[in-house]
Structures are given as structure tokens and as C-alpha cells.
């Protein structure tokens, strides 16, 4: 397993997953509606590393398995939002956690950041008991400003890691 950037040749595999309902399930966002043109469009939106880092799971023969994120970075604050998904023969596989773990790496080794967050729907019930079983504890110490971009979303759970926090 690795991260790389993510390529032209990753987006039927996205695809894929997008239009999967036992993945799409408990995600925010009309993943159905995408089209192979907007996983290419969203993949060559990822080239530019500002404010979103978006990168490839792939299989040591490099086969696409999903995507991990660091989104809406702040630089000021040190901090992002996590995001991950990983097509349906990926899961239980170990691609979740090794994605998980490398991206956070990442954002503190790499990327100098000093806090990961994200959240999840309490209805999300495979991602809740990944996290659960990884030991991520949930945090209620979220800004204001973040919060208000889940406004239309009142049964979320967040989480967060903290630099030197993870083992």
C-alpha cells in the first residue's frame, strides 16, 4: 500500500465507489449524479496543493482504492479537515487505516500542521465503529466557523488528533 497524487487513470475506480450506494451511504454529497468527466475535473483540480491535498490509496501494483484528504487547510490555525473514502473491495482490506494514518503523518511531519479534524454522521454506523476501533476520541471543541459549514447537519460526531497525540 501507498499514497501517491492522484492520476487521470484513478477515475473509473472513483467512479466506481461514487456510484455505490453501500459507500456513498452514510457520505454527505449526490454522488450518483457524478460523471467519469467530473472525477477527472476533481482529479486535475487536486494537482494544485493550496488549501486541499487530496491523494490515492493504491495497491502495491498501484491500483486506485480511494482517496484520502486534508481539507480546508488553515495555516493560520495549523490545522485541517480529514476526509476518506475507499471503494467497496477495499474495505475491511486495511486501506481505510493505512490511508487514515499515513495522511495525518502527513499533515504533521509533512505538512506542519498541528490538528486533524472531521466528522461524521452518528448514522454512519461502519465509520463510527472504525473510528471507535482506532481509538479516535471525539471532541465537542470545534470552532464555530468550521461548524457552520455542516449548519444543514445536526447529527454529526467530531473528532480530532492533535500533534504528538498518535502513537
Known sequence: MKLRKLETKDAPFMLEWMHDEN???????????????DCIAFINSAKKIEDNIHLAIVTDADEYMGTVSLKDIDRKEQSAEFAITVRKS???QGYSWYGMREIIRKAFEEYGLAC?????????????KFYNKHG??????ISASIQA???????????????????
Do not use: H
Not at 23 to 37: A, H, I, S, W
Not at 136 to 141: A, I, K
Open 149 to 167: 459549514r455542516y449548519k444543514d447537519m445536526n447529527d454529526l460526531l467530531w473528532y480530532e488528533v492533535k500533534k504528538n497525540s498518535i502513537k
Open 116 to 128: 486533524v479534524y472531521w466528522c461524521v454522521s452518528e448514522q454512519n454506523e461502519r465509520a463510527v
Open 90 to 92: 477495499a474495505m475491511g
Open 136 to 141: 479516535f476520541g471525539r471532541t465537542s471543541d
Open 23 to 37: 459507500v456513498v451511504c452514510g457520505l454527505r454529497g449526490n454522488f450518483k449524479e457524478k460523471t467519469l468527466d
